[in-house]
């Protein structure tokens, strides 16, 4: 069974840091894309950031461009969202979602998240919030 674990959220003042991880139990991330979304309730999940198995440079939705970073690590046992200059209105809960085509990416760049009724493996979520 693959299994996602998500960690790192937390509360943070505005123009803080988080690192969330994603780590992988029962398989190898190296051949799966790695999605972020994120969730605010009563509102519809975003995609926030999505890092592809080929070359294709990640995805970011336009409000974290230069803020967020995607990665995976050299194992490819988990993958993470390095979030800088953290803003109010990031507050949300996390979750990174995995499998061989999550990412939708054109012409060496990924543009978002494929949308799926149910993703190969699912994080259980991680609230950030950030607030003074």
């Known amino acids: 069974q693959l299994q996602l674990v998500d960690s790192g959220g937390g509360l943070v003042q505005p123009g803080g840091s988080l690192r969330l991880s994603c780590a992988a139990s029962g398989f190898t991330l190296g051949d799966y894309d790695i999605g972020w979304f994120r969730q605010v309730p009563g509102k519809e999940r975003e995609a926030v950031s999505c890092?592809?198995?080929?070359?294709?440079?990640?995805f970011y939705t336009e409000s974290v461009k230069g803020r967020f970073t995607v990665m995976r690590n050299n194992t490819n046992t988990a993958a993470y969202l390095q979030m800088d200059s953290l803003r109010p209105e990031d507050t949300a809960e996390y979750y990174c979602?995995?499998?061989?085509?999550?990412?939708?990416?054109?012409?060496?760049?990924?543009?978002?998240?494929?949308?799926?009724?149910?993703?190969?493996?699912r994080g259980q979520g991680t609230q950030v919030t950030v607030s003074s």
């Open positions: 890092i592809s198995t080929t070359r294709s440079s990640p």
């Open positions: 979602v995995s499998g061989p085509e999550v990412c939708y990416c054109v012409g060496g760049k990924c543009l978002g998240i494929v949308e799926m009724r149910k993703y190969d493996a």
